[in-house]
T-cell receptor
Framework: AQSVTQLDSQVPVFEEAPVELRCNYS??????LFWYVQYPNQGLQLLLK??????LVESINGFEAEFNKSQTSFHLRKPSVHISDTAEYFC???????????FGRGTSLIVHP | DADVTQTPRNRITKTGKRIMLECSQT?????MYWYRQDPGLGLRLIYY???????NKGEISDGYSVSRQAQAKFSLSLESAIPNQTALYFC??????????FGPGTRLTVT
């Protein structure tokens, strides 16, 4: 069975500060990992994904995440956040066989001016 | 046009009523999913379908049923709605092993 733990339900941060949203997973087989973002009153959108290859993956808007197999983690980072990054962020894992994704409970990123 | 559409976007219904939520996609994906989102609980899978003839229960299927009318259409029904089914419902599609595309959601309130 696979599971995802997002360690922080809410992360407040000031604009232009760095941020890290933590995600740990458990799975006994190889995994695909995803971060999705949900802006207020919208559906989820893919932010970035790890399928294979380089363990560091980047999004077009400055976020990055690193797959760490030994730590079973896929933490999301951004060196300098903007007000517009305020949103709910979900980590998801899918693995062997059917590849049905399992989602974490989400982390609310709140960027203050 | 949106890749994944859901109707209705908002619905208020009464306990005991039957309600259907509809989802259509233009991505050409075989896989479709229904999730519910509750504050602090993230997304929980209700049902999923790998193709028109394949329907599978997710972790919280009790009280729900689905129909895959075509590759592009996947509807969710609540046969007899109850207040704890008040939630935000999302439809999603994907190719195997790939990321999901989500609809805009349906906000359902059961009074």
């Amino acid at each position: 069975a696979q599971s995802v733990t997002q360690l922080d339900s809410q992360v407040p941060v000031f604009e232009e500060a760095p941020v890290e949203l933590r995600c740990n997973y458990s799975s006994s087989v190889s995994v695909y990992l995803f971060w999705y973002v949900q802006y207020p009153n919208q559906g989820l959108q893919l932010l970035l994904k790890y399928l294979s290859g380089s363990t560091l993956v980047e999004s077009i808007n400055g976020f990055e995440a690193e797959f760490n197999k030994s730590q079973t983690s896929f933490h999301l980072r951004k060196p300098s956040v903007h007000i517009s990054d305020t949103a709910e962020y979900f980590c998801a894992v899918s693995s062997g066989g059917s590849y049905i994704p399992t989602f974490g409970r989400g982390t609310s990123l709140i960027v203050h001016p | 046009d949106a890749d994944v559409t859901q109707t209705p976007r908002n619905r208020i219904t009464k306990t005991g009523k039957r309600i259907m939520l509809e989802c259509s996609q233009t991505k050409g994906h075989d896989r479709m999913y229904w999730y519910r989102q509750d504050p602090g609980l993230g997304l929980r899978l209700i049902y999923y379908s790998f193709d028109v003839k394949d329907i599978n229960k997710g972790e919280i299927s009790d009280g729900y049923s689905v129909s895959r009318q075509a590759q592009a259409k996947f509807s969710l029904s609540l046969e007899s709605a109850i207040p704890n089914q008040t939630a935000l419902y999302f439809c999603a599609t994907s190719a195997q092993g790939s990321s999901q595309y989500f609809g805009p959601g349906t906000r359902l309130t059961v009074t």
